[in-house]
């Protein structure tokens, strides 16, 4: 299982530091990221051992995981882990509750898909990551609206990266961002996320070979097509613009 991607260093205060209100809060603000990461890995954990369950019935009734199925829980669960990222980021520094609130819920949700994806693929012996890039299992989206590879309707093969996946620099300016900046910066990070992810969603609840992929895919286009309703009101609100598609 790849590691939680969200960190940061405690501050210390020495001990002869003559203690204040204002250096308490500081240690608590500070102590709230390590939280965060414990959290995550809670719920990865707890996703993981979902995986493994639910697994047991794939066994037993023996659905056999096709392309769709291994490449789907490779792919989504790097997505989600960059969601994840960006939600810690949110979670911890957001001004705005409401923007916390929906963070949260995203970090949450996302981090315990990933762990039943990541269970999944260890009952399959198969690798956490796949080893030649990424949506090589979409063969044939003719009927996936919002993807464009070419003059046809085949996959060319795999790609290097994944559509809606932020860059190392916008990642790198969601971390120094505060206040409102904060808030806007990752409402369209996380919309454009959600929109560049969902056609491989949409894809698996269509053509995955095991009924917990299909039923998991279902469930994310559901959940993250009211998140991205969200967002895009609340972007609307702070008249701020979507990203467009990268």
Same mark, same amino acid.
């Given at each position: 299982m790849p590691p939680p991607l969200l960190s940061d260093e405690a501050?210390?205060?020495?001990?002869?530091?003559?203690?204040?209100?204002?250096?308490?809060?500081?240690?608590?603000?500070?102590?709230?990221?390590?939280?965060l990461v414990l959290g995550v890995i809670s719920v990865l954990l707890l996703g993981f051992a979902a995986g493994i369950l639910v697994g047991n019935p794939l066994r037993q009734t023996q659905e056999t995981p096709g392309t769709v199925?291994?490449? =789907?829980?490779?792919?989504?669960?790097?997505?989600?882990?960059?969601?994840?990222?960006?939600?810690?980021?949110?979670?911890?520094?957001?001004?705005?509750?409401?923007?916390?609130?929906?963070?949260?819920?995203?970090?949450?949700?996302q981090a315990n898909q990933a762990g039943r994806m990541q269970g999944w693929l260890q009952l399959w012996?198969?690798?956490?990551?796949?080893?030649?890039?990424?949506?090589?299992?979409?063969?044939?989206?003719?009927?996936?609206?919002?993807?464009?590879?070419?003059?046809?309707?085949?996959n060319s093969g795999p790609a290097q990266t994944m559509?809606?996946?932020?860059?190392?620099?916008?990642?790198?300016?969601?971390?120094?961002?505060?206040?409102?900046?904060?808030?806007?910066? =990752?409402?369209?990070?996380m919309l454009r996320h959600h929109q560049g992810g969902m056609p491989m969603i949409q894809y698996a609840a269509q053509h995955a070979d095991t009924d917990a992929v299909r039923s998991l895919a279902d469930s994310m286009v559901k959940t993250q097509t009211s998140e991205a309703q969200l967002m895009a009101q609340m972007l609307k609100d702070r008249g701020a613009a979507q990203l467009p598609m990268n």
């Open positions: 501050k210390d205060f020495s001990d002869d530091t003559e203690p204040t209100a204002e250096p308490v809060q500081l240690t608590r603000r500070s102590q709230r990221p390590a939280l199925d291994v490449g =789907f829980s490779q792919d989504m669960s790097v997505h989600h882990a960059q969601a994840v990222q960006m939600s810690g980021i949110a979670l911890a520094g957001a001004s705005d509750t409401e923007v916390r609130r929906l963070a949260y819920d995203i970090l949450t949700t012996g198969k690798p956490f990551v796949g080893p030649d890039g990424y949506m090589g299992w979409m063969s044939d989206m003719s009927d996936m609206p919002g993807m464009h590879h070419g003059p046809t309707t085949q559509p809606g996946m932020a860059t190392e620099q916008e990642l790198s300016t969601l971390r120094t961002a505060t206040g409102p900046a904060l808030d806007t910066l =990752f409402l369209q990070l």
